[in-house]
């Protein structure tokens, strides 16, 4: 059986809609969490993803200036570059988590960037847990 | 008048600064060698590890216990003392949280074996061969403890009542804590014998802080400039953990004018200070959507290190459980 990457996909609501409601994707290796706003997530959610489990994230985020809490995106940005150096170091490459800036109400373009998101993980193969 | 209660002070991984800590409570240590009965104290005193083994099960009233577990005898010593002891109190960053000894858990075991044994520019060893648990040599068996894995937190091995944070902990803690056990007057068990605050509220700078606590531009080390030694570290764009960090050390760093590097561990409720301090980092972080945050960021040399520089066994990332090197790896 193919190697089929785990993926956990955080979305801001206001800029990309209510991933529920969507009739997208619904394989069991992706796992869709709408969030009030990118910049609402913490670095220890990311952590907790790839500890228990996860090869890759993505994150959709409203795109610059379009922030509902006027940052909050760009925040998610921030925390993102010095999380990369904290995954890096444990053997996560940066490649696994991703950030995407746009606006999407109605989330149409959800199931492609997921497929795209996935494809990139399975060409990187298995996460190396070695150090985890 | 009854028998004086029995202790133990025992040192793990660690580098002997928790028991220069007790040895610093200076005449208070006579009060303490008045109260109780020291009866095991590898470090100052001529005890060997079968002194503690003739002790019947929880004949020893309280064992304070200082470093990490990185090796089998570690180990066997920590789980010795734990039943021989009714109250067991981790002392130290090490025991508390892993200290800085386990930033070797961002290295495999294979790795740093290697480099010390094989590769170092002042090692010559052409076979490669490595310490071994046990070799035989002419008919003896001789023994070695086994090393592990990983740098585990004491209370990832056996059971802590209490914990006392500090690298080294403040005197003051030690005594306060071992008066506790002496009086009975003990917070629940798991508890940490020092305040719940963090840093920040305790820090002499506070007041310096600007309503809105922004950081502009790279952040610098502080060896790198001069720092002012009255204003909030963060306020000058170096980076100080009191945010995130317990208060209780004194701020002995704060008053020699370095920034609080996080010995005292996260305060009460948050399990990875790390990545709390990230998020906090991320707000403070003003780089204006203009600017580049990428080149900020960078302007941090070793985040890992100096965001779990004492805390990394017991992080969201770091967290283990306990298995032997030659255990297959899940």
């Not at chain 1, 997530?41 to 489990?53: Q, W």
């Not at chain 1, 940066?94 to 199931?111: H, M, N, T, W």
Request: net charge negative; proline share 7%.
């Amino acid at each position: 059986m193919g190697y089929e990457p785990k993926l956990v996909c955080f979305s801001c609501k206001f800029g990309w809609g209510y991933l529920r409601d969507l009739d997208g994707p619904k394989e069991a290796s992706v796992f869709l969490i709408p969030v009030e706003c990118s910049g609402k997530l913490d670095a220890i959610h990311l952590l907790k993803v790839f500890k228990e489990g996860a090869d890759g994230v993505l994150i959709l985020a409203c795109e610059e200036g379009h922030c509902h809490f006027q940052e909050g995106n760009f925040r998610a940005l921030k925390m993102l570059y010095l999380l990369e150096e904290v995954l890096w170091a444990h053997g996560i490459q940066k490649e696994r988590v991703r950030i995407a800036f746009s606006l999407d109400p109605e989330g149409r373009g959800i199931p492609d960037r997921i497929v795209q998101m996935k494809n990139s993980l399975a060409a990187l193969g298995p996460l190396d847990r070695a150090l985890l | 008048m009854g028998e004086k209660p029995k202790i133990a002070i025992c040192w793990l991984g660690a580098c002997g600064g928790c028991d220069e800590a007790v040895v610093d409570l200076n005449e208070g240590l006579l009060e303490v060698a008045e109260a109780v009965s020291i009866e095991l104290w590898p470090v100052a005193m001529d005890f060997k590890y079968d002194h503690l083994r003739n002790f019947g099960k929880n004949e020893l009233a309280v064992g304070l216990v200082s470093g990490h577990v990185r090796n089998s005898e570690h180990e066997e010593v920590a789980h010795l003392l734990r039943e021989r002891c009714r109250i067991i109190i981790g002392l130290g960053t090490c025991a508390c949280f892993g200290g800085t000894p386990a930033m070797a858990n961002l290295i495999s075991r294979e790795e740093i074996l290697d480099t010390v044994y094989v590769k170092a520019p002042s090692v010559v060893n052409p076979l490669g061969k490595l310490p071994q648990p046990e070799t035989e040599w002419e008919g003896e068996t001789l023994v070695l403890p086994e090393f592990m894995d990983h740098v585990y937190a004491l209370n990832q091995v056996i059971s802590v009542d209490y914990f006392i944070p500090g690298c080294p902990p403040p005197p003051e803690l030690i005594k306060n804590g071992i008066r506790a056990v002496l009086t009975d007057d003990l917070p629940p068990k798991g508890s940490t014998l020092a305040p719940r605050k963090a840093l920040c509220e305790t820090c002499a700078r506070n007041k310096t802080k600007p309503i809105r606590l922004e950081i502009h531009g790279p952040i610098r080390r502080i060896h790198e400039v001069e720092a002012d030694p009255e204003i909030c570290f963060l306020a000058e764009g170096i980076l100080c953990m009191g945010p995130a960090t317990r208060t209780g050390c004194g701020e002995t760093c704060i008053k020699t004018n370095i920034p609080c590097r996080g010995c005292f561990g996260p305060t009460p409720g948050i399990t990875d200070p790390g990545s709390r301090f990230i998020s906090s980092l991320a707000a403070l972080l003003k780089v204006g959507t203009t600017g580049d945050p990428e080149a900020v960021m960078a302007s941090i040399g070793d985040p890992v290190g100096y965001l779990y520089r004492f805390t990394h066994p017991v992080s969201t990332l770091g967290e283990r459980c306990l298995r032997k090197a030659t255990e297959e790896t899940p």
